[in-house]
C-alpha cells in the first residue's frame, strides 16, 4: 500500500483517493455531522474500511464513518514520527527491584505512527527510553500480561494479575506497579485487594488519563509516581495511584477498595470515598497521611486467593424498576446480586415480590448505596425494614463496585450462604470502615483550599 494511503482499503480508501486527500494531511472533512479538521492518521492492517481516523487539535482521535463523509480539503502535511527510543534499562545492585505489570490501557498505548496501529511502550527499554527517570528510582522488569482498554477486565484476568504478582513477590520483588486502564481500575484494584492478601510489598497501580502523544500527559509522571511508592514506600497494600489535585503536584495513593473514578477526564480522576486517601507522592517524596497501613515485610507470605463466581451482578435501582429485571438475573442462574440503592438503601415496592423469589431461590442479595459516601442504613424506615425481612443484607459502607467484586469473589469460593455472609461482611481490605471521617468528603474535591490546607499539616 503507497504511504500516502497507509493501512486504508476498500470503502476508505475510494474516499481518500477521490478527495485527493491522504495521510498525515491536515484535512478538513465535512460530513453530515460537522465539519472535523486534524491530520488522518494511518490505519492498520487490520482495522475496518468504514473509518478514515482523524487526530483533532484536542489531541483526540476520532473515527469518521466514511459513508457521513461529503467533502475533504487538504489544508497542510505534519508528517510526525512518534518512535520511542529505546535504551538499556541501567541496573543496579543498591536499587530495590520493581516489576511492572502492563494490562493495557491508554498508559500503556501510544499510537505508532508509522503503521498506525495503537501499540505498547512497554519493554523497560522503551519505557526508559520515554521516561529516563525511572532508572533513578528502581531496576525495573516488565511482563506484559494483557493488552486491552480496561472495560474487557474481567474474572479471568484478575485471577491471572493476581497470581502472576504472587510469583513475583515469592520471586522476591520490591514492589509491583500495575499499568492499566483508568475506567475500570478501582474493579481490579478491588479485586486484588481481596485475591492478594499480606503481601509483603506495595502493589501499585497506575494508569493515565491522557495518552503520551499528548502535551498534557499524565503517563510519564504516573508511572513516575508509582515506581517510586512501589520501590520506596513502606505502604504493602493495593494501592491506586494518580493526580491529586488538577495540576501535577502531587499524586495521591489510595486504598484499592476505597477508590473510584470520578471523572470522564480529568487527570485527578481518582478519589477515595468514605475514607482519606493514604498518602502523598511528590516526586520521590512520599507523605503518609495516616498510620493504620500494612507495612512493608521482608518475608514473601503472601496469599493469593484467585476465585471469582461470574454469575453476579451489580443492579443499579432507578424509579419505576420492573421485577423482571430481577427475575430474569435469577431464571438465567445468577448466585449474587449487590443493588446500589437509594438513600440509605431503598428500592421500590414493584421489585418486593422478585427479591423475595430470589432470597428463597438462594440467591445473595447485598445492599449498598447509590450515594457511594454514608452507609446502608435499613432500620430507619419500615421500607428497609421489610427488604431485610426479605432477605436483602445491608452492606455497610460497601462501595457498589466493590461488594459486586467482593460477592464474586465469596461466591467463587462456597455455596454456603452463611459462609457468604461471613466473608462479605468481614472487612477484610477497609471495603467497610467503622466510621467515616467527618471532613474525609472534602477530599473528593481535591486541589481546594480546605483539601490544601489539610494536607498542609502534612507537607511540612
Ligand atoms: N478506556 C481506557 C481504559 O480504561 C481509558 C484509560 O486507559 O484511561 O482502558
Not at 280 to 295: A, E, F, G, S
Not at 391 to 406: F, Q, R, S, T
Not at 440 to 458: A, H, M, R, S
Request: net charge neutral.
Amino acid at each position: 500500500m503507497l504511504e500516502m494511503f497507509k493501512g486504508y482499503k476498500g470503502a476508505a480508501l475510494k474516499t481518500l483517493q477521490s478527495y485527493k486527500a491522504r495521510v498525515w494531511g491536515e484535512t478538513v472533512i465535512s460530513t453530515t455531522r460537522g465539519t472535523f479538521t486534524g491530520i488522518i492518521l494511518p490505519r492498520s492492517e487490520s482495522d475496518d474500511d468504514q473509518h478514515i481516523v482523524l487526530k483533532l487539535v484536542t489531541g483526540y482521535n476520532v473515527g469518521i464513518t466514511v459513508d457521513t463523509i461529503t467533502g475533504m480539503k487538504e489544508i497542510g502535511y505534519r508528517k510526525a514520527n512518534y518512535k520511542i527510543p529505546e535504551k538499556e534499562f541501567p541496573m543496579s545492585p543498591d536499587k530495590p527491584n520493581v516489576r511492572l505489570f502492563g494490562t493495557g490501557g491508554t498508559i500503556a498505548s501510544r499510537l505508532d505512527y508509522r503503521t498506525g496501529a495503537v501499540i505498547p511502550a512497554f519493554s523497560p527499554g522503551e519505557l526508559y527510553g520515554a521516561v529516563p527517570e525511572l532508572a533513578d528510582i528502581c531496576n525495573l522488569t516488565t511482563e506484559k500480561l494483557f493488552g486491552v482498554f480496561s472495560e474487557n477486565m474481567g474474572p479471568e484476568e484478575y485471577k491471572t494479575l493476581a497470581k502472576a504478582i504472587g510469583e513475583a513477590i515469592r520471586g522476591g520483588v520490591d514492589g509491583i506497579v500495575v499499568g492499566h486502564g483508568t475506567d475500570t481500575m478501582h474493579h481490579t484494584a478491588a479485586a486484588l485487594s481481596f485475591m492478594v492478601q499480606n503481601s509483603p510489598v506495595p502493589i501499585v497501580m497506575v494508569g493515565s488519563q491522557r495518552s503520551s502523544d499528548r502535551p498534557s500527559s499524565d503517563a510519564a509522571l504516573n508511572l513516575i509516581h508509582a515506581t517510586t511508592t512501589a520501590a520506596h514506600s513502606d505502604i504493602a497494600e493495593v494501592l491506586v495511584c494518580m493526580f491529586g489535585p488538577t495540576s501535577d503536584e502531587y499524586a495521591l495513593l489510595h486504598r484499592g477498595t476505597r477508590v473510584r473514578k470520578m471523572h470522564s477526564s480529568y487527570r485527578s480522576t481518582f478519589r477515595t470515598i468514605g475514607d482519606y486517601p493514604v498518602a502523598t507522592v511528590q516526586k520521590n517524596v512520599i507523605t503518609p497521611l495516616r498510620d493504620d497501613y500494612c507495612k512493608r515485610r521482608t518475608d514473601r507470605d503472601v496469599t493469593i486467593l484467585p476465585y471469582f463466581e461470574e454469575k453476579v451482578s451489580l443492579l443499579y435501582y432507578y424509579p419505576n424498576m420492573r421485577p423482571d429485571i430481577i427475575d430474569s438475573l435469577v431464571d438465567n442462574g445468577y448466585r449474587g446480586i449487590v443493588i446500589a440503592g437509594t438513600g440509605l438503601g431503598h428500592v421500590n415496592k414493584a421489585v418486593y415480590p422478585a427479591i423475595e423469589r430470589a432470597c428463597r431461590k438462594g440467591v445473595a442479595i447485598y445492599m449498598t448505596v447509590q450515594t457511594l459516601w454514608g452507609y446502608v442504613h435499613m432500620f430507619v424506615y419500615d421500607t428497609g425494614r421489610d427488604l431485610m425481612d426479605l432477605g436483602i443484607i445491608p452492606a455497610d459502607n460497601m462501595l457498589p463496585e466493590v461488594a459486586y467484586i467482593k460477592l464474586g469473589w465469596a461466591l467463587g469460593q462456597t455455596d454456603d450462604p452463611e459462609k457468604v455472609r461471613e466473608i462479605m461482611l468481614t472487612p477484610i481490605s477497609s471495603e467497610t470502615t467503622e466510621r467515616e471521617p467527618y471532613n474525609g468528603y472534602l477530599i473528593l474535591q481535591g486541589g481546594i483550599p480546605e483539601v490544601e490546607n489539610f494536607l498542609k499539616t502534612f507537607h511540612k
